[in-house]
């Protein structure tokens, strides 16, 4: 059972231009978490999708940012018009539909903006 | 609101000597805690996680942490520390919302000399 996959673990973008994020879940999972890692700190949630469905996007910025999970297909985070300050990790987590309080954890996208 | 502390930033210990990582957290309703541990340019791996059975929780790795709800703390340790230890370590909590939306702290980064 392959992990969560995210691609591509880096991304380098000018500003002003959008960076877009997957993030595959473990088979099995319709759930699915991004957080962000900005330098030297803790992981901050972002958004939480199930399939179709933003549950919970209260960390997520009110402008440039969003995230879906179709019914077909990784999740994407969108960052439109990308600025220096969204240089960051960008981590996605999944989980199962019920039961288990654990997110299994991807390998994380580096977005560097230039 | 719930939030996460960890008490020093950096740790540093010697090879086979006690890992102590402090984690205090704050939550109106029963938590679910969590340890996770970073590898540079990693993910995050799940070290262990205490969901309200046996308040002593033991992980991989040869950790483990207690869940001490008078002091709303969930302290990580290890009796002997390894080389191959030395990383970052999140504390994390959730609450028996229906989901699992991680509230990190800010992370200790270990550090093991010979």
């Known amino acids: 059972n392959a992990g969560v996959m995210q691609n591509p673990r880096h991304l380098v973008r000018r500003r002003g231009q959008e960076a877009r994020l997957r993030c595959s879940p473990m088979k099995g999972h319709s759930h699915v978490y991004w957080y962000r890692q900005l330098p030297e700190e803790g992981l901050k949630f972002m958004v939480y999708?199930?399939?179709?469905?933003?549950?919970?996007e209260s960390g997520m910025p009110k402008e440039r940012f969003s995230a879906e999970f179709p019914k077909e297909g990784p999740s994407i985070l969108r960052i439109q018009q990308v600025v220096r300050g969204d240089s960051a990790a960008y981590f996605c987590?999944?989980?199962?539909?019920?039961?288990?309080?654990?997110?299994?954890f991807g390998q994380g996208t580096r977005l560097t903006v230039v | 609101a719930q939030s996460v502390t960890q008490l020093g930033s950096h740790v540093s210990v010697s090879e086979g000597a006690l890992v102590l990582l402090r984690c205090n957290y704050s939550s109106s309703v029963p938590p679910y805690l969590f340890w996770y541990v970073q590898y540079p340019n990693q993910g995050l791996q799940l070290l262990l996680k205490y969901t309200s059975a046996a308040t002593l929780v033991k992980g991989i790795n040869g950790f483990e942490a207690e869940f001490k709800k008078s002091e709303t703390s969930f302290h990580l340790t290890k009796p002997s520390a390894h080389m191959s230890d030395a990383a970052e370590y999140f504390c994390a909590v959730s609450f028996s919302g229906g989901y699992n939306k991680l509230i990190f702290g800010a992370g200790t980064r270990l550090a093991v000399h010979p």
């Open positions: 999708l199930q399939k179709e469905n933003i549950i919970d």
């Open positions: 987590a999944s989980s199962p539909p019920t039961g288990e309080y654990e997110a299994f």
